[in-house]
């Protein structure tokens, strides 16, 4: 249980990093060899301006200072804490090997669309260096109440309703820093705390910016290209509507196979039979795409609709990129 609770608060740092990673790239021309991919998004040089590329340096160094905040908010609480190496910790947001590209038909061919095929991937091989606690001495001292209320100033204080749910039922829990120990404080003040995107003087362009792929799911381009693909699909005996049908299709899968209560571990004669059926599909979806020209359509409906909203709101993205700057001069 514990080993979850410290893979989901390193998850949770490796996501924030790669999410705003994904947002980097070179401008909105086609690349060298005319083909158009997700980094000649319009938005990506505003959010490349607003610190939203980083690379593997800067990472390390957030994570670095994520740690320092941990031990000193652990020493507050009464315990001795040692940082983990930074390095360890990010060099697997970085380190895909020889993997193919996510968007390629030979992604789809070998990993389909990695939901249950995450753990063929390069980067988690173990390939590198055996990561080791280094607070895994001082916990062997403690007696179990004492690990238990080390654990609770780490992480927060773990809770989870006996009462069965349903989709009907479920209520959603909003995740809150002030609730998950250091680790959420730490992540608060180092990934979120003083964000750009989070200044209320720009609510209303982030709002916008939100909602401006709904405009592009609407998009009548939008539609037309997917279409095409559905028709090719379903010459394969498919019926989505569109790719991200297509692909939550097998990550609703994966949820329905049950966990183990002890181990957290899922059957995995059920996970090989999906597999199969995951990679069937993502391959045939990439393929469709490909020979519809769905994909490079889709594109260029989402970059377009995202320089409407840029000649729309010109003043106030060089405002918040302005603004950006000035905050990281002091």
Same mark, same amino acid.
């Given at each position: 249980?514990?080993?979850?609770?410290?893979?989901?608060?390193?998850?949770?740092?490796?996501?924030?990093?790669?999410? &705003?990673? @994904?947002?980097?790239?070179?401008?909105?021309? #086609? !690349? +060298? *060899?005319? %083909?158009?991919?997700?980094?000649?998004?319009?938005?990506?040089?505003?959010?490349?301006?607003?610190?939203?590329?980083?690379?593997?340096?800067?990472?390390?160094?957030?994570?670095?200072?994520?740690?320092?905040?941990?031990?000193?908010?652990?020493?507050?609480?009464?315990?001795?804490?040692?940082?983990?190496?930074?390095?360890?910790?990010?060099?697997?947001?970085?380190?895909?090997?020889?993997?193919?590209?996510?968007?390629?038909?030979?992604?789809?061919?070998?990993?389909?669309?990695?939901?249950?095929?995450?753990?063929?991937?390069?980067?988690?091989?173990?390939?590198?260096?055996?990561?080791?606690?280094?607070?895994?001495?001082?916990?062997?001292?403690?007696?179990?109440?004492?690990?238990?209320?080390?654990?609770?100033? &780490?992480? @927060?204080?773990?809770?989870?309703?006996?009462? #069965? !749910? +349903? *989709?009907? %039922?479920?209520?959603?829990?909003?995740?809150?820093?002030?609730?998950?120990?250091?680790?959420?404080?730490?992540?608060?003040?180092?990934?979120?705390?003083?964000?750009?995107?989070?200044?209320?003087?720009?609510?209303?362009?982030?709002?916008?910016?939100?909602?401006?792929?709904?405009?592009?799911?609407?998009?009548?381009?939008?539609?037309?290209?997917?279409?095409?693909?559905?028709?090719?699909?379903?010459?394969?005996?498919?019926?989505?509507?569109?790719?991200?049908?297509?692909?939550?299709?097998?990550?609703?899968?994966?949820?329905?196979?049950?966990?183990?209560?002890?181990?957290?571990?899922?059957?995995?004669?059920?996970?090989?039979?999906?597999?199969?059926?995951?990679?069937?599909?993502?391959?045939?979806?990439?393929?469709?795409?490909?020979?519809?020209?769905?994909?490079?359509?889709?594109?260029?409906?989402?970059?377009?609709?995202?320089?409407?909203?840029?000649?729309?709101?010109?003043?106030?993205?060089?405002?918040?990129?302005?603004?950006?700057?000035?905050?990281?001069?002091?």
């Amino acid at each position: 249980m514990r080993s979850t609770r410290t893979t989901t608060a390193l998850a949770a740092a490796a996501v924030a990093v790669t999410l &705003l990673a @994904g947002c980097s790239g070179g401008g909105s021309d #086609p !690349t +060298d *060899d005319g %083909t158009l991919t997700y980094e000649d998004s319009p938005l990506s040089v505003y959010w490349e301006k607003v610190g939203g590329s980083q690379d593997a340096s800067d990472a390390e160094a957030q994570q670095a200072r994520s740690e320092e905040i941990v031990a000193a908010c652990m020493q507050d609480e009464g315990f001795e804490y040692t940082p983990q190496d930074a390095s360890v910790m990010t060099e697997s947001i970085e380190d895909e090997g020889d993997m193919p590209a996510w968007d390629s038909l030979e992604f789809a061919e070998q990993y389909g669309y990695g939901a249950t095929t995450y753990s063929e991937m390069p980067m988690n091989q173990g390939g590198g260096e055996e990561w080791v606690d280094p607070n895994a001495d001082y916990l062997a001292t403690m007696s179990e109440g004492e690990q238990q209320a080390f654990y609770e100033a &780490l992480y @927060g204080k773990q809770t989870m309703s006996e009462e #069965p !749910t +349903d *989709d009907e %039922t479920a209520v959603e829990q909003e995740y809150d820093w002030t609730t998950a120990g250091c680790q959420g404080k730490a992540q608060h003040e180092v990934y979120e705390e003083g964000q750009i995107y989070d200044d209320p003087e720009f609510k209303d362009l982030m709002e916008g910016m939100s909602e401006l792929y709904t405009d592009v799911e609407k998009d009548e381009r939008t539609i037309a290209a997917y279409r095409e693909w559905a028709e090719c699909m379903a010459e394969d005996g498919y019926d989505f509507a569109n790719p991200q049908e297509a692909q939550n299709s097998i990550y609703e899968a994966v949820n329905e196979i049950p966990y183990d209560e002890e181990d957290g571990s899922q059957d995995p004669a059920a996970l090989a039979e999906l597999r199969d059926e995951e990679i069937a599909t993502a391959t045939a979806d990439r393929t469709c795409q490909t020979s519809t020209g769905s994909a490079r359509a889709a594109l260029e409906a989402q970059f377009a609709v995202e320089q409407d909203f840029i000649d729309a709101h010109k003043d106030e993205l060089d405002a918040m990129v302005e603004k950006a700057a000035q905050a990281d001069k002091t």
